[in-house]
């Protein structure tokens, strides 16, 4: 199975870790607004791509045997000390060095691939660094402000209706789409979104004009992967249902397969099944929480999940059983 996984941060993480579970055909897209830590220094003084969710992607995508979670580790490792490097992961300024030497990120971040033996690609939705603006409401007697940045959009004590992308870099000119990512989405048999931040890590794939036709276009299944919890500072007070909504008015031409969602924070699954209804999909109600760490998804539930959603499950071992090897 080919598949093509977008968002950004821990949320991109979760997914890229269940998918290895069932292929080793995984091709991350990931956003490139960060604009905070070490990735906004790194992004501010060089002028790069904000390398810190494609490194998280590349983690995820570590092979644990022969010595990969080492490099995981290595990767995601943060010097401390009060020096210029504090808080800086080694695997930012790694990727900092590659997109510098070879001056092509997607080539820059092949090579990371090979160097740290990961399964599968990983790819930014853009080849330059992106400015997410959102209009919120709450601030100040009821009227609409606009901040910018991703950080601040996350953080914001507003409610967050609507984000715009913006291109510093090319002002007026909408952001272009990474074209491999465009190809690898085209190309996909499943294309998952979510979960992550919604606002500042799923919906921005949607507002890139290229990548959006793509996914509009692709025969793949979509499926969307919602998030345990509301997100203080983005989605708090979402439901479920309205975290659809919100997808749906950002891109109201996508059509969805499959919506996947923790049944332990549905209050109310029949609005959530019409939410999913109206993009398409069929919703999957089902446990796939970490019971040990809050608000995360548990790899082995969650690609269970989407085997079952699929309908692959049980492919992989008749495969083995009948010598063919590991289902992909």
Not at 2 to 26: C, K, N, W, Y
Not at 61 to 89: I, K, M, P, S, Y
Not at 161 to 175: K, S
Not at 268 to 285: D, M, N
Request: aromatic residues 4%; contains cysteine.
């Amino acid at each position: 199975m080919r598949a093509v996984a977008l968002g950004g941060g821990h949320g991109l993480h979760a997914t890229l870790t269940a998918l290895r579970r069932i292929t080793e055909d995984v091709t991350a897209v990931v956003t490139v607004a960060d604009d905070g830590g070490s990735s906004g220094r790194l992004r501010r003084e060089l002028g790069l791509l904000p390398p810190g969710d494609l490194r998280q992607a590349l983690a995820a995508l570590t092979a644990t045997e022969d010595g990969g979670t080492l490099w995981a580790e290595v990767f995601q490792h943060r010097f401390g000390g009060n020096g210029a490097l504090n808080g800086h992961a080694v695997g930012n300024l790694l990727l900092a060095g590659l997109f510098e030497v070879l001056g092509d990120p997607v080539a820059a971040l092949d090579e990371a691939v090979r160097l740290v033996g990961a399964s599968g690609r990983v790819l930014p939705m853009c080849p330059e660094p992106l400015e997410i603006e959102a209009e919120v409401t709450g601030l100040e007697n009821g009227a609409v402000s606009r901040i910018r940045g991703q950080v601040a959009v996350a953080s914001t004590p507003g409610q967050v209706n609507r984000i715009t992308l913006r291109n510093p870099g090319r002002p007026g000119e909408p952001p272009a789409a990474c074209a491999e990512a465009v190809d690898a989405v085209l190309g996909a048999d499943a294309v998952f979104l979510g979960p992550g931040s919604w606002f500042t890590s799923v919906l921005p794939h949607l507002l890139v004009p290229g990548l959006h036709d793509a996914l509009v276009r692709t025969k793949a299944t979509k499926v969307v992967i919602l998030n345990l919890i509301p997100q203080p500072g983005e989605t708090a007070g979402f439901s479920p249902e309205r975290h659809l909504h919100v997808l749906f008015e950002h891109a109201p031409r996508l059509k969805v397969d499959v919506v996947v969602a923790d049944r332990d924070w549905v209050p109310t699954p029949v609005r959530l099944r019409q939410a999913a209804a109206e993009l398409g999909a069929t919703a999957h109600l089902v446990s796939i929480a970490d019971p040990d760490v809050a608000g995360r998804h548990d790899p082995d539930a969650l690609a269970k999940c989407v085997r079952e959603a699929l309908g692959l499950a049980g492919r992989g071992e008749k495969a083995e059983q009948e010598g063919q090897g590991r289902w992909r």
